[in-house]
């Protein structure tokens, strides 16, 4: 997935579609609903694709401050955004953790277990 540009205003990652300029998500053709700040979270990410995010910097991407100590809004946020995409698209994963670290936009599809 890449960063949208001015001509650009769709990412898009296997069956997730996310159409910025009318702050739409689409997971299969199908409007996935998402709060403010989950949308916020979702494209930060995925207009940065295949880069882990360390926690503060994706606070301050979504939030426009400084992250207190301890605070746990990110995690909180991108377990939300995470379960709504498992839901919609239960063979894709999109987001990985960076344990100690932060989160990576890294859209695959699943494979079954076999």
């Known amino acids: 997935m890449a960063v949208p ?23 299969d053709g199908r409007t996935l609903r998402l709060t403010v700040r989950e949308y916020q979270i979702l494209t930060a990410l995925a207009s940065r694709p295949d880069r882990v995010i360390k926690r503060p910097e994706l606070y301050r991407l979504v939030w426009d401050r400084e992250m207190r100590r301890d605070d ?3 995690d909180v946020y991108v377990s939300k955004v995470r ?16 344990i100690g670290f932060g989160y990576c936009w890294s859209p695959h599809p699943l494979t079954p277990a076999g």
């Open 72 to 74: 746990r809004s990110v």
């Open 83 to 98: 379960s709504k995409l498992e839901g919609a698209l239960p063979h894709w994963s999109y987001i990985d953790t960076h």
């Open 5 to 27: 540009d001015k001509q650009e205003s769709t990412l898009r990652a296997g069956p997730l579609e996310v159409r910025v300029r009318e702050h739409t998500v689409l997971a």
